[in-house]
């Protein structure tokens, strides 16, 4: 299995339908995060298809995406009750 790493997703858009829309597609994968900052733990190829998919989605003249990965090798540093990102070993969906 591909091992993942952790980026951080944001992003800003214009129009409220899409917002919507990006909100949904970024916690697809998320972990963590709030209002338009997520954690996220992707592999390449989920990177990729996330990618792929935001684009189609967002008007590229109004809206911005950014998809950041961070070093594996930095060390997290929370501030008050955040708790540090972690990959699961399973998610539930429902």
Known sequence: MPQ??????????????????????????????????H???????ERIALVEDMSALLDLETDRFLLLRLDPRSRVHTLGKAVQPADPDYFYVG
């Open 39 to 45: 954690e996220l733990f992707l592999t390449p190829a």
């Open 4 to 37: 993942r790493l952790l980026h951080l997703a944001c992003y800003d858009v214009s129009e409220p339908r899409r917002l919507i829309a990006a909100l949904k597609l970024a916690r697809v994968y998320a972990t963590g995060g709030q209002k338009s900052v």
